[in-house]
């Protein structure tokens, strides 16, 4: 519920229901495309999927539109003049860190065979923690990119 005061004006728990999407600018649209849609395997929205608010943007190429298994949007914006405020990835300042993909712990050192089959850098890891296990990596912009399990 919302409070009724302005003074203390809060959305309670429970009022957030979910993560609707993500929204990720990109310079290269194929290659980011081909990375979250080939490699890491998330769904890419065709047709009467994609948001009407988004059609005519996917359709010149502008936009594209990624579900993750629980639903969450993966929103790639275009845009071929972006540059990264530093062209080394561990050095670039964002205010998020990176996106978390959780998997099945079983099928975690699959996912890090994909990633070095890919030639994909992996910038941390994979390590194992009390919380489970993860891998660091960049996608093709320099965001970065975690794929982890709970712990077995």
Do not use: W
């Amino acid at each position: 519920m919302l409070s009724s005061s302005c003074a203390n004006s809060v959305l309670t728990p429970g009022v957030l229901r979910k993560v609707h999407h993500i929204a990720l600018n990109v310079k290269d649209m194929q290659a980011s495309r081909h990375f979250y849609g080939t490699i890491l395997g998330l769904h890419e929205l065709k047709g009467d999927e994609v948001p009407a608010t988004l059609v005519e943007l996917v359709a010149v190429g502008k936009v594209a539109n990624f579900i993750t298994p629980d639903g969450t949007i993966l929103d790639l914006f275009g845009e071929p003049e972006l540059s990264p405020p530093d062209p080394n990835p561990d050095k670039t300042f964002t205010r998020a860190y990176h996106l978390a993909f959780d998997i099945d712990p079983q099928l975690f050192e699959q996912a890090v065979a994909v990633i070095r089959d890919n030639q994909i850098a992996i910038a941390h890891g994979p390590v194992t923690r009390p919380t489970g296990r993860g891998v660091y990596f960049y996608d093709p912009d320099g965001f970065m990119i975690e794929i982890r399990c709970d712990p077995v």
